[in-house]
Structure formats: C-alpha cells, structure tokens
C-alpha cells in the first residue's frame, strides 16, 4: 500500500479517479493541519496525473524528470515574510506557455500568507483559466483565504486517518531519545509541524523555558522571559514566529490547566503576529509585549 494511501485513503480514492478519468478540476485548495503531508501530496498528485496512474509508475516517459518541467512550487523566499504578488504573477506567466507534456500543476505553498495584491492575481487567473492548467492552494489556515479565492475552488481537507500513529512515527522518524520524544508527542499531537521546526533538543528546551517563563505569574519569571527573548530570539523573525507557533501548541496542550487565561494569551499570539507580520514591529517589543 502506498504511504498517502494508508494515512489518507479518502483522499487517495478521490484522486485516484481525477487521475483515471484525466479530468483535473481547475483549482483546489489542500487544507488542514500543519506538518501532516499537504505540499507532498500536491506534488505526488500532479506527478500521477502526469503519468496516467496513482502513484505514478516510475518508468513511463514523464516519470523520468527529478522535477517535472509542468509542476511549478511557489513558496516564500528566505527573508520573505509573506507570498509576494511577483511570485504569483511570475506562476501566471508560467501557465501562459503550452505544458511540455498535455498539463501544468501550479503549488502554492503556505497560500494562506499571499498578499491581497497576490490574491488578487490569483483570482484573476483562476476566473480566466488555461484548459491545461490546474492550481492548487495549500495551506493550513483556510480562514485566511478570502472568499472569492474559496468560491472557485474545490476544498480537500487533509487529516491523517490514525492521527496518533502518524505522529509518533514522525517523530521517531526524526528523534532518536525516548525520553525527548515522549515529551514532544504530548503536544505534537495538536500540531505535527511542530516535529518539523525542532531543529534541536537544544532549541526546544530553550523555547520551551521561555513559553513556561512567559505563562508564571512570578515577576522573576518574567524577568527570566525577557532575558531568553534578548539571547536567543533578538531581531531574528523567523525564531519570533516559531516561538508564536509553539506558544500555540502549548496553550492547546494545557486548556484545562490554564483555563481562562489560555484566551487572553491566544488573543495576545494573535496581536503579536499582526505586530511581527503586517506592522513589522521589532521582534524582541513585539513577544516581551506577551507578558504585559
């Protein structure tokens, strides 16, 4: 059995036809929760249907390609705080010209995080679309996509059928110490991407020092929180916005334990990533803000 087949049959069944029947649909938006096998599955999707059978064959002529000339990825660049509206514009012009094959798939990673100019253009291309060209919005944040985008598009939900197993195996996958991953599970259940940031067990202790020191109500834990946030997050975005998605998974994790003041922090991640990502407010201001 095929490894998207077994942790998400529905969804294999499904595009197993549009893979038989070579009818794509023009647009499809994957969502679900972070680190469970969106993008992947996109991507082995178009490479089946480029080759006729699900999962693709590994022989034929258009399974030869590392990277297929008619699948295109658009994701954010390094530095990049959001999908810019040139990425997508360049994807458009890339649907333009005829496939090197019969059909064009069109990815977007993390869609969730495109300008209103990017969204935009999207809709443009979608309302106006090549008969060869399929586009698909991956994101983990389906309410961040406006409605026009959603009307158009054919909405697949991703969740793995044994949601236990799947992330135990990734994370054995990943982790070698027992102990380590017996804590990571406790909370990567609420969201396996989390399995996928952990660079070190290092790194996670550290995040994990500052999440415990920003929920204490003891004025030293506070200055404890201030200190960590000066050392290791600085002016450094991407570390801010991974401490925001761990602080997330943290206050899921704990609902009972926190009770009402799970909310208000929720409210204040919620501030903080508007602050970060559309004020571009200085990261140490914008997380010591949480504690306040």
């Known amino acids: ?22 009818s794509s649909s023009r647009a499809y938006i994957f969502w679900g929760p972070d680190g469970i096998g969106k993008l992947s599955f996109a991507k082995f999707f178009a490479r089946s249907f480029l080759c006729g059978t699900m999962p693709p064959c590994g022989f034929c002529s258009q399974c030869a390609f590392e990277e297929h000339p008619d699948v295109l990825v658009v994701s954010r660049k390094e530095g990049d705080e959001r999908l810019k509206a040139e990425y997508v514009r360049e994807a458009i012009r890339f649907a333009r010209f005829q496939p090197y094959s019969f059909f064009k798939f069109i990815i977007f990673s993390e869609a969730h995080l495109m300008t209103q100019q990017s969204f935009s253009a999207l809709l443009k291309a979608i309302e106006e679309p090549k008969q060869y060209v399929t586009y698909i919005l991956v994101t983990s944040k389906i309410d961040f996509i406006p409605p026009t985008i959603l009307s158009r598009c054919i909405r697949v939900r991703f969740f793995p059928k044994d949601f236990n197993t799947f992330v135990m195996e990734k994370l054995k996958g990943k982790f070698q110490n027992e102990n380590f991953i017996s804590l990571v599970h406790k909370i990567a259940y609420f969201n396996p991407s989390i399995i996928d940031m952990i660079e070190s067990e290092e790194e996670f202790s550290k995040i994990w020092e500052m999440i415990e020191s920003a929920v204490a109500e003891k004025p030293e834990f506070k200055s404890n929180f201030i200190n960590l946030v000066e050392y290791y997050i600085g002016q450094d975005r991407e570390k801010a916005r991974k401490f925001l998605d761990f602080f997330e998974v943290f206050l899921l994790s704990n609902i009972e334990k926190l009770k009402s003041s799970s909310i208000t922090f929720w409210e204040k991640i919620k501030r903080a990533r508007m602050m970060l990502d559309t004020y571009f407010i200085n990261p140490k201001f914008v997380l010591t803000s949480i504690i306040f």
């Open 1 to 22: 059995m095929n490894f998207f087949e077994s942790i998400f049959p529905e969804n294999f069944r499904f595009f197993s036809e549009v893979v038989r029947n070579s």
